[in-house]
Nanobody, 124 residues
Framework: QVQLAESGGGLVQAGGSLRLSCAAS????????MGWLRQAPGKEREFVAT????????YYADSVKGRFTISRENAKNTLYLQMNSLKPDDTGVYYC?????????????????WGQGTQVTVSS
């Protein structure tokens, strides 16, 4: 059974940093495109970042480019999101997701498996 479990969320002041982790189990995550998406209260789920199977290719939303870094450690079946220079607008529930089909994608509907999410709150 495919499972994704996020951790590392919390409350941080603006300008601070957090590192999110996503542990995959029940399958070999290295065969899948992985991504992070987030959802703020009252808003639709939005794309944050995605990474290819080997970790050599990445793609970011313009709103986080230069501040967030996505990475993966396939030997540990783990995905990461390093978030620096956090802003109040980054507040939301952050979801780890996996995509079976090839190719990086910023569309939430293209992802096949989802974690339960971890809350990130950035205070001003």
């Amino acid at each position: 059974q495919v499972q994704l479990a996020e951790s590392g969320g919390g409350l941080v002041q603006a300008g601070g940093s957090l590192r999110l982790s996503c542990a995959a189990s029940g399958w070999t995550s290295s065969t899948y495109i992985m991504g992070w998406l987030r959802q703020a209260p009252g808003k639709e789920r939005e794309f944050v970042a995605t990474i290819g199977q080997s970790g050599s290719t990445t793609y970011y939303a313009d709103s986080v480019k230069g501040r967030f870094t996505i990475s993966r450690e396939n030997a540990k079946n783990t995905l990461y999101l390093q978030m620096n220079s956090l802003k109040p607008d980054d507040t939301g529930v952050y979801y780890c997701a996996a995509k079976i089909a090839a190719g990086l994608d910023n569309r939430a509907r293209r992802y096949d498996y989802w974690g339960q999410g971890t809350q990130v709150t950035v205070s001003s």
